[in-house]
């Protein structure tokens, strides 16, 4: 599923129309990405949790040219899967 299958899905379920399924799931998403950005939690209870991790800045290589370089720090989003929906992404039924 994508962003418009969303979409669709919320507008058919909720009978709303498709600007406003489609401005309820960008707020939505707009609401995480300033959350992540202040380096917040977000916990969805039964579905899992996204955070943000920090690296520290290394040295890597090219893999191409094997030239070494300096890779800076950098943050990234990160899922961590619930219980509930492990359990039901792995039940049989």
Do not use: C
């Not at 969303?6 to 058919?12: Q, R």
């Not at 191409?64 to 039940?91: D, H, I, M, Q, Y």
Request: glycine residues 8%.
């Amino acid at each position: 599923m994508n962003k418009s299958d969303l979409i669709e899905v919320l507008s058919k379920k909720e009978k709303l129309t498709e600007k406003a399924a489609s401005d309820t799931v960008n707020l939505i998403f707009q609401g995480f990405i300033e959350a992540m950005k202040k380096g917040d939690r977000i916990e969805i209870r039964g579905f899992g949790s996204y955070s943000v991790r920090e690296y520290g800045a290394y040295t890597g290589r090219n893999p191409k040219t094997g030239e070494t370089t300096a890779v800076k720090p950098k943050k990234t989003p990160f899922f961590k899967v619930g219980k509930e929906l492990k359990k039901r992404v792995n039940s049989r039924s």
